[in-house]
Each structure stands twice: as C-alpha cells, then as structure tokens.
C-alpha cells in the first residue's frame, strides 16, 4: 500500500533517517518500534507530508506523493495522529471532531446564507458522528468541555477521536498510548482492530508499550539511529539479541 | 508525615477535578498516583505545587501548612515539580537548562551539577548540546536534572516514562530509585502503572478527584479489582 524506497533525512549534520527502504501492506497493522530518538516521527512526518524526503521516495497505490502536502494526502486518504497532541483548545471537544470533515459547505460565507437546510443537514451527520465517536472513547462527559482543559491522556483520546470522523485508508498513530490508563488503552486496541478487520483500514503505529503492539501489531519493523534494524513477528522481535540491546533491555 | 496534602478540593474555572482527595509521603519514600485519564492526577500534583488555588483542603510540608505560598516559594521549601510536558528549555543547552534550575541555590550550581552528571552520565557527554535535539528520553533526564538543582526534599514527577522506549523505562526507573534512596522523597503520576507501583513504597488510586485505594504498592497490583479497572487485566 505504501512503499518507501531508500528515503533519506538530515537535519544538518544530523542523519534523522538513512536510506530507509519498507513496505506497509494494505490491510496490516505494523508496528514501528525502536529507542528514542531513532527517526520514528522523522520518518512519520515524511510520509504524512510534513517534510519532503532529501533522498528517495514514498509510493501510495502506485503513486508517487513524496512532494504532496499533508492536506493533499488527507484527501488521499492518509491520517495521522501527533505524538504530542495538536487540539483546538478554544473549541469544545465536540467542535474539535465535527471540524474533521473537509469541504464542509458551512465554510463558504456565500453557503452560509443560500445553503442553510444543506449545512444543517451535514452538521447534524457530523454532530452524530461525532457523538458515536465521543462515546466510543469515553469522552462523552466532555463534549461541551474546551478542549485546553482536557488532561494529557484525553488529549490523546480525542487525537485518536479526529482519525475516526472520516473514512481513512491508512492511520499513523504516533505514540497513542503514552499517557493513556492502560485499561482504556485495551478498548482503544479493541477499535483499532474493529476499524482494521471490518472497514479495512490499513494501520502504521509508533509505540512504545511493547504489551500492546504484541496484542495488534503484525508485522513489526524496528529502527534504530536512523535505519531499520528488523523487521518481522513480533514474537521473533522480541528475541532479537540487537533489539533487546537497543530497545527493549533484559 | 513529611508532605500531607489534606482533603483537597479545586478545579479550573466552575468545574472541580479534585474532591475531596487527599495524598501523603514519607520522607525517602516512592509513592505513585495512578488513575483513569481525567481522575485529577496532574490536578493534583498542581494543587500539591502550588500552581492551583485550593476551594478546600491544606498542603502541609515538613510539618509546616504551606497552602497559601506561591510555588516558588514551595521550591524555596524543598519541593521540585517536572511537569509532563514542556519541562526543559529547547532552545539552550543541557548545561544551561541545570544551571537556570540552580537559580535558587547559586553556591552549589557547580557540585550540583557533578551529582547530576554522576546520576546522568550521557548529560556530562551531552551538555554542550541543545536540549531540542536531544531524544525523549534524554530529555526527560535534563528535566529531572534541572528539578534536582535545588536540592529539592521533594521531587514530584509528572509521567516521567511517558514516550520513552522500555530500556528507557527501566533506567528512569532505577535512577528514581537512587534519588530516594539518597533521602529524597518521590511522588509521580504514572500510566506505566505496574511497574510504578513494583518499585513504590505506596499507591493511591484516584477516581474522578477522590481517592478511591489507597495502600502498599505490592498489595494495590494484588487486588483484582485495581488490575480490572486501572492496569488493563
């Protein structure tokens, strides 16, 4: 589905991502795992349009979109999720998920005044939507709540929440579990398999909880300083001497 | 009882986070803060700091109520707070981020400093560099290593392994361990509960701002009711 072919990026001297050559294939939940500082986000960035690749490409379904924009890959299809949340904070945690859907007809002033029966009408689906949404990660209590006033970890719920507004092809969660109660993060792993097995989307993650990406993740790709390490069944990964070393301990 | 945040009660604006909460530590001693997202954790490390305005309730500290002071005269008192995020300056150096964290105790900023780079080996090779290239991991370390530059009593940490790798995890962990055992009194909230609370001496539970358990470490992993609702099973 996505095909990443000798990728490069460096920020001065600093080789963030080495020629990183990887698959994700239609359908799969892969996990990217590896220590800090190893290019995981550099390389999330890259693909989701926040940064052009120095060296190499990225294929999605054929195509070339190393050079799109994260606005053009979100009409494409490609969502993602930030390691530290990006909320509205002056807007309720309602209007934060209705604002998802792009080209809403309410955003012209012009269909603002002919256009009334068809905003509402769009405003209700969303409003709807975004209720089911709310209700699925148990942040229903705070609809009406800014969303600057929620905690780190509904923060993170309500990122996760925005993915869920529109249909996706594929989501890149960067880090949606840190600083999530590990009981709410099992429900969480719950929808992520919901959303992967009956709508056929297609999941990326970074994570860090290795009890997690065990429950969902297949296959897993390990990078470290910049390149990938391995990649494979998580039950193999775990047993890796160089994994253990580099990321997991004893 | 060395910090006694008594019966607290506060919130932002109209909305009240904690009711009725209370939280206690010993001096030496590891206690941890776990809960569901939005029971008050970080609301209540804030109440215990200084940086929210109490509606009920007393925070008293070496046996002294400090309710009322401002949290830079609680630093002044013995407290240290990294918070979850926004901890560090990104944009000076590790050495300079110690250095401002020593603004209240000029005299010891240089022997400090070797402690921290003893406790932190890889910030004594890093301290020329800038902060906003550091890893998370590393990060969190210049944060606990600025907090510790005044010598705290107590060091409260806010999710200190949030967004770190599991062998990151782990030496946090073992470093929060040295730092009690120098005497150094320790309250964090975690989400990487389990192990949390394997190395605390105590563990409170909160549930929408009140307590809800409160015991030994070892025995809150114990209870089946704890593992169900807090730690995923």
Known sequence: MIEIRNVSKHFGGIKAVENV??????????????????GKTTLFNIIAGFYSPDFGEIIFEGENISTLRSDE??????????????????????????????????????????????????????SKKAAEVMEFLSLDHLANEKAGSLSGGQKKLLELGRTMMVDAKIVLLDEVGAGV?????????????????????????????????SSLCDPVIVMTEGSVLTEGKVSSIRNDERVIEAYLGN | MFLHAKNMVGGYGE???????????KQGEIAVI?????????????AIFGMLDLRQGNVFFDGEDITYLSPQDRVKKGMGFVPQTNNVFTSMTVLENLEIGGFTNLDKIKSNIK?????????????????????????QQVAVGRALMTNPKLLMLDEPTAGVSPIVVKELFEKIINI??????????????????????????????????????????????????????
């Not at chain 1, 698959?23 to 500082?37: E, F, R």
């Not at chain 1, 209007?95 to 792009?102: A, F, H, I, R, S």
């Not at chain 2, 406790?119 to 991991?137: A, H, R, Y």
């Open chain 1, 21 to 38: 050559t990887l698959d994700i294939h239609k359908g799969s939940i892969t996990g990217l795992i590896g220590p800090n500082g190893a």
């Open chain 1, 73 to 126: 890959l979100f009409k494409k299809g490609i969502l993602r999720t930030f390691q530290i949340a990006h909320e509205f904070e002056n807007l309720t945690v309602r209007e934060n998920l209705m604002m998802v859907p792009d080209n809403q007809t309410g955003e012209t002033i012009f269909h603002t005044w002919i256009s009334r029966k068809k905003i509402r009408v769009e405003e209700e689906k969303n």
């Open chain 1, 181 to 213: 109660n590990k009981t709410l993060l099992k429900k969480i792993g719950e929808s992520i398999k919901t959303l992967n097995k009956e709508m056929g989307y297609t999941f990326f993650m970074i994570e860090h909880d290795i009890e997690f990406i």
């Open chain 2, 15 to 25: 909305t009240t986070i904690l009711n009725n909460c209370s939280i206690n530590v």
């Open chain 2, 34 to 46: 776990v809960g569901p997202n939005g029971a008050g954790k970080s609301t209540a490390m804030k």
């Open chain 2, 115 to 139: 402690e921290i780079f003893n406790l932190f080996p890889i910030l004594e090779e890093k301290q020329k560099q800038i902060v906003g290239e550091l890893s998370g991991g590393q990060r």
């Open chain 2, 180 to 233: 009690a055992k120098a005497g150094i009194a320790i309250l964090m909230v975690e989400q990487n509960a389990k192990q949390a609370l394997e190395i605390s001496d105590n563990g409170f539970v909160l549930v929408q701002g009140e307590n809800k358990f409160t015991d030994k470490g070892i025995t809150l992993l114990e209870n089946r009711e704890v593992r169900k609702a807090f730690l995923g099973g």
